[in-house]
């Protein structure tokens, strides 16, 4: 089992997050972002923490991803069919990406005022053991894989519009 944990701008959250995990029987990778990974020492020893790794290769191999809930991260968990932890920090478009989510059924949110330690524990446990949170972001990845590929698209509209 992996989870993937994109940066979430500063050592306090991406630590709670690593810290949070740890108590799970799981590998779990943490991307520390603009944090050098040695200053969220100590993790548990189920955690690792890199800098940076790119989102397609390791989603692929995810069990749940927990993120800030930008776009590109929701997107991503969407696209590979993974349930999703958001965390939002505020920004209004992080905001609207947990709604979805949590609209879909594709995942939880844990709100910037209930962000400590045991609701993100408690909220990871729940995102992996309730089975119906992954069977609905794989709906929604099968659903996005039917989608028009997007140059086509583009050359239709083109092709219409000129």
Do not use: F
């Not at 209004?92 to 879909?104: D, F, G, H, V, Y």
């Amino acid at each position: 089992m992996e989870l993937k944990a994109p940066p979430l701008r500063g050592k306090p959250r991406a630590w709670m997050v690593a810290s949070a995990a740890g108590a799970l029987a799981a590998s779990v990778v943490v991307t520390s972002g603009p944090v050098a990974p040695a200053a969220l020492n100590p993790l548990p020893a189920n955690v690792r923490a890199v800098p940076y790794l790119p989102q397609g290769q390791v989603l692929e191999h995810a069990d749940a991803l927990v993120s800030h809930g930008g776009a590109g991260s929701t997107l991503g968990g969407l696209v590979h069919g993974v349930p999703h932890l958001v965390l939002p920090q505020g920004a209004p478009s992080q905001q609207r990406c947990a709604e979805q989510i949590t609209r879909l059924g594709a995942g939880l949110v844990v709100s910037p005022a209930e962000q400590s330690l045991g609701n993100v524990q408690s909220a990871l446990q729940e995102l992996l053991a309730t089975d119906t949170y992954r069977a609905t972001a794989r709906r929604v990845a099968a659903d996005l894989e039917r989608l028009p590929d997007v140059g086509a698209v583009a050359d239709e509209l083109l092709r219409r519009y000129r």
